[in-house]
């Protein structure tokens, strides 16, 4: 049996769930990659609560003009600022069975730029 990309990408996924969880001390950064959009959420799954989120659709990063991977650094500092508002400092990085190249490794060195640490 053939697997398609995107099965592909939800086995690998499962897998790093089953390690990957986020706490409130430690929540975890998550990542889905569209092919036009990049989003990235902060997750607490202990009680099941998003603490912060951005995306390549939020207004001020849509107006900025760049490539997919410039946007998708503004996108994990947006992030970044949030969660440190919110009192989160140290995060555990779940690429979502994405490989940790291009946009992925670009958001997740955007959000270490203002300041998250994984």
Do not use: C
């Not at 975890?28 to 799954?45: C, M």
């Not at 995060?91 to 490794?105: E, S, T």
Request: charged share 30%.
């Amino acid at each position: 049996m053939i697997l398609t990309k995107n099965q592909r990408r939800l086995r690998i996924k499962s897998r790093i769930r089953k390690i990957v969880s986020g706490t409130e001390t430690r929540p975890r950064l998550t990542v889905f990659r569209s092919n036009k959009e990049i989003y990235a959420q902060i997750v607490d799954d202990v009680n099941g609560k998003t603490i912060s989120a951005a995306s390549s659709r939020d207004k001020d990063i849509a107006k900025s003009k760049g490539n997919k991977t410039e946007l998708a650094n503004l996108v994990g500092k947006a992030v970044a600022e949030k969660a440190l508002k919110a009192g989160v400092e140290t995060i555990a990085f779940d690429r979502g069975g994405y490989l940790y190249h291009g946009r992925v490794k670009s958001l997740a060195e955007g959000a270490r730029e203002a300041g998250l640490k994984f």
